[in-house]
Nanobody, 125 residues
Framework: QLQIVESGGGGVQPGGSLRLSCVVSGSTLAYYAVGWFRQAPGKEREGVSCVSRTSGTTNYADSVKGRFTISRDNAKNTVHLQMISLKPEDMAVYYC??????????????????WGQGTQVTVSS
């Protein structure tokens, strides 16, 4: 059973940066594609970014392209989401999720089997 723990959330001003981390245990990260999703109050959860198990494929939501970068270190069972130029509309609870398989997608969160508890990102002046 894969366990996922996110960290790195917090409060920043617009234009600021944060680096979210997702640490997995209970299995080998290399078997899993990993995605980041977010949910703002009153809104549905949406896909932000994902990375395939070998980092050969990454996907980003249009709203974060050029500002967010996903990376993974399978040796450390860790995935990061570097976020720069944060905007108020980026404010949400960010979730890390994993699914066993080669590719990655952020179109459907139901494809992912394992989820972390989430980390809050607040962007406000």
């Amino acid at each position: 059973q894969l366990q996922i723990v996110e960290s790195g959330g917090g409060g920043v001003q617009p234009g600021g940066s944060l680096r979210l981390s997702c640490v997995v245990s209970g299995s080998t990260l290399a078997y899993y594609a990993v995605g980041w999703f977010r949910q703002a109050p009153g809104k549905e959860r949406e896909g932000v970014s994902c990375v395939s198990r070998t980092s050969g494929t990454t996907n980003y939501a249009d709203s974060v392209k050029g500002r967010f970068t996903i990376s993974r270190d399978n040796a450390k069972n860790t995935v990061h989401l570097q976020m720069i130029s944060l905007k108020p509309e980026d404010m949400a609870v960010y979730y890390c999720a994993a699914v066993r398989g080669p590719g990655c997608s952020i179109k459907d969160d139901e494809e992912y089997d394992y989820w972390g508890q989430g980390t809050q990102v607040t962007v406000s002046s």
